[in-house]
């Protein structure tokens, strides 16, 4: 959603996808975007960026952008399904993910207990992947035409902070939703 009008303010609700907010503090209007990974996917900031050229003519480079908490790289683990549509939108997809092994002190122990028919040998342990959804949006952002100094990404992970933000993955769907708002103020 995007505006130019004083004293309406838009909101998101978000438990895990990001809240970005974008500001045009020259031509004062604002945008809020939700952006899970379907939305990032669908390059929902880059076009909230044009909706905001086209309506208001805000230039991306007087515009400033704030992401706001949720899920980070180091708890959102997602599938291989997800890393393949990323590849096919972004050229810069494989800087999105990390793979992490998992171990297991009995099966490095004793890796013989494990030992399979399948070549090479051994079954081998499965491979978690994690998406830096964050990185993912700030990159769309830049390309958009936003200036990095102008991007702020310091929020906490809402999966880490469950005392102090709603994570839908920790807590299990039971939680509440956190809202980002921006308005313009009326003078």
Not at 4 to 9: Q, Y
Not at 31 to 40: C, I, K, L, N, Q
Not at 72 to 82: A, D, K
Request: glycine fraction near 8%.
């Amino acid at each position: 959603m995007v505006t130019d009008t004083p004293g309406l303010v838009l909101g998101v609700q978000t438990a895990d996808c990001l809240p970005i907010i974008l500001a045009d503090r020259k031509r004062r209007a604002v945008g809020v975007f939700h952006a899970g990974w379907r939305g990032t996917l669908k390059r929902i900031v880059e076009k909230g960026v044009g909706e905001m050229r086209k309506h208001f003519r805000s230039d991306p480079r007087d515009l400033v952008a704030s992401i706001g908490p949720g899920v980070q790289e180091c708890c959102y683990e997602v599938g291989e399904e997800v890393r393949t549509k990323f590849e096919a939108q972004f050229a810069y997809a494989g800087s999105l993910f990390r793979q992490v092994k998992e171990s297991d002190p009995v099966r490095e122990k004793y890796p013989l207990l494990f030992l399979t028919a399948r070549a090479p040998g051994h079954s081998s342990l499965p491979v978690k992947l994690f998406l830096d959804l964050v990185e993912a949006n700030r990159r769309q952002l830049l390309d958009a035409g936003v200036r990095a100094r102008c991007i702020e990404t310091a929020a906490p992970c809402t999966a880490c902070h469950t005392d102090l933000l709603f994570s839908f993955r920790a807590e299990k769907g039971v939680t509440g939703r956190l809202i980002a708002a921006a308005g313009i103020k009326v003078e």
